[in-house]
């Protein structure tokens, strides 16, 4: 199983909703991420867990909340989000956090904020 | 901070025809260069990497060298498909430390049958 896999693949919420974003990989690694894609626009680092430990927050506004309950499982918390967050939100996955190694990314969920 | 240009605009051609996009990165040390894919719907897929000055990376008849004396990562195919048609990004990896990929702006290529 080479997959990460995002629940739900589509999105739309209010801004005063609290919903979640989930991530799942079954290949062993140890490193997850969140990136956030506006269209047309090349993926931005948000979050980095290392051994289900937070070791980068690339300053991203406290509406965003990471969790990363287990080695398999990563997910993102939403409340009270802006318009202006509306993109598609990746997560991908490497063996560990290390220069050089091979990101997996999953489909991405689409978000909307109206 | 390291960075990795692309070049501008997206790239229209033919099916069969030559392909090339321009890479070029500035960094410290000696990084990894990757070439990253991504279809209409989807996340990335790693397409090609190199490691090291003069390494070849090559995948689906796409191939990319890396060269360190025009610190240049250009991505080449000698005959596209209409399934090539994707967005690909250029990126970096630092020399060491943490896998944060800086990524080019990706350049939308299209082929028409």
């Known amino acids: 199983d080479t997959e990460v896999t995002q629940t739900p693949k589509h999105l739309v919420m209010g801004m005063t909703n609290k919903k979640s974003l989930k991530c799942e990989q079954h290949m062993g690694h140890r490193a997850m991420y969140w990136y956030k894609q506006k269209a047309k626009k090349p993926p931005e680092l948000m979050f980095v867990?290392?051994?289900?430990?937070?070791?980068i927050n690339e300053s991203v506004p406290s509406r965003f909340s990471p969790e990363c309950p287990n080695s398999s499982l990563l997910n993102l918390h939403l409340h009270a989000l802006q318009p202006e967050d509306s993109a598609l939100y990746l997560c991908a996955s490497s063996q560990v956090d290390a220069t050089n190694e091979k990101l997996f990314f999953g489909s991405g969920t689409q978000l909307s904020v109206l | 901070g390291d960075s990795v240009t692309q070049m501008e605009g997206p790239v229209t051609l033919s099916e069969e025809a030559f392909l090339t996009i321009n890479c070029t990165y500035t960094?410290?040390?000696?990084?990894?260069l990757f070439w990253y894919v991504q279809y209409p719907g989807e996340g990335l897929q790693l397409l090609l990497k190199a490691t090291k000055a003069d390494d070849k990376g090559s995948n689906k008849g796409f191939e990319a060298t890396y060269r360190k004396e025009t610190t240049s990562f250009h991505l080449e195919k000698g005959s596209v498909q209409v399934s090539d048609s994707a967005v690909y990004f250029c990126a970096l990896t630092p020399y060491y430390g943490n896998n944060r990929l800086a990524f080019g702006k990706g350049n939308q290529v299209v082929v028409i049958p």
């Open positions: 960094a410290t040390g000696y990084p990894s």
């Open positions: 867990y290392s051994y289900e430990k937070l070791s």
